[in-house]
């Protein structure tokens, strides 16, 4: 292996080889590091001629050169990647910013970004050895895990809130994953999930609990600077919850910007949580460098209802190393964005999506976004899949 882990606490690295969980010193994330990776500017050319540099290869394993993947290893794939970048004429001009771009990650195989990171952590488990797995989800993580386990044709089992929008636990069911409702949230989910790690030997698939889900969210970064022609945009809204993709994009524009891929400096990342549960949004208007415990966490947008998160100074890190920023919004503010925005344009949002408009709303009129600023917003998720009307 190529590549090595590093601590995103103590800095300590570690070889990457076996089944790997988190820093044992300090029980923080694990990053990935690739020391040896060259990045030739050739290579980039290359892409643009659907050649990978590591071979034939499509949607996000077109970035193979960024990816901790063996030479030759075929990854664990249903599709996922090569997502629509939409631009929004007619929002840029009501927000009164430069350009904005939507990126749509709903048109990912299990309808959400959640394939991205499963897709690459399935992948490296399976080749460390894993014979099943477990995860708690607050909804996508659990459908995306049920389909990658099912193409790797190993058992999973999914602890989800018994909350969790009924479409979404139908589809966790369809792909073929045991699940288990528990009466709390993801915090609660992730005991649960633990201690049949423990018992049983499953392996602990949580955000951040291994390494390899963020270098599969790297994707998202390294994607969207080859769609807008390896520039980078100036700002990028994105709903966070345990936050891999944040953390995700932070790391690609490092490894594109020393890799001479890119020029200029990173966007600036900004953080949008719903007011019932913005712990981010809290340590960063308290200058903390960790996210607190938040107490009794609620909104309707599943995905941002993680009142723990396991990489909270992590995202902190990014969003203040990019001069960015965090913002919360009611429910009854991104719901009426997502159904707002799904008329207008024809995608279907996600409430984690409207939370993104609803954000980029009150950014403006702080000033934090500027007139001439190039914005990207996220739809990370298919809105149908909180629809529970017959
Ligand atoms: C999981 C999820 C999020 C939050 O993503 P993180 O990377 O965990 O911050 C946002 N939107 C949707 C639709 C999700 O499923």
Known sequence: ????????????ESDPEGLRTVC??????WLVRYP?????????????REQSPGGPAHGMWRYRPFLPLLPDETPV????GNTPL??????????DVGRVWLKDESTNPTGSFKARGLAMAVTRAVGAGAMSFVIPTAGNAGVALAAYAARAGRPATVFAPATTPRTILAQIRTFGAELSLIDGHIGDCGRAARELSART??????????PYRIEGKKTLGLELAEQLGWTLPDAIIYPAGGGTGLIGMWRAFLELREAGWVQGPSPRLYAVQSTGCAPVVRAFESGAQSTEAWSE????????????PLGGALMLRAIRDTRG??????????????????RREGVDLSPEGGATFAAAVRLRAAGQLGPNDRVILFNTGAGWLYRDEQ
């Open 325 to 342: 920023g965090a913002v919360a919004v009611t429910d009854q503010d991104l719901a009426q964005q997502a159904l707002l925005v799904s």
């Open 297 to 308: 966490p609620w909104t309707v947008a599943s995905g941002l209802r993680v009142p723990t």
């Open 1 to 12: 292996m190529d590549w090595l882990l590093e601590c995103s606490g103590c800095a300590q």
């Open 77 to 80: 794939t249903l599709g996922e």
């Open 86 to 95: 939409l631009e929004l004429d007619r929002i840029a001009r009501e927000l």
């Open 24 to 29: 044992p010193r300090c029980g923080l994330p």
């Open 36 to 48: 040896g990776r060259q990045h030739p500017l050739e290579h980039r050319a290359a892409l643009a």
């Open 201 to 210: 030997g499953a392996f602990d698939i949580s955000t951040l609990r291994e």
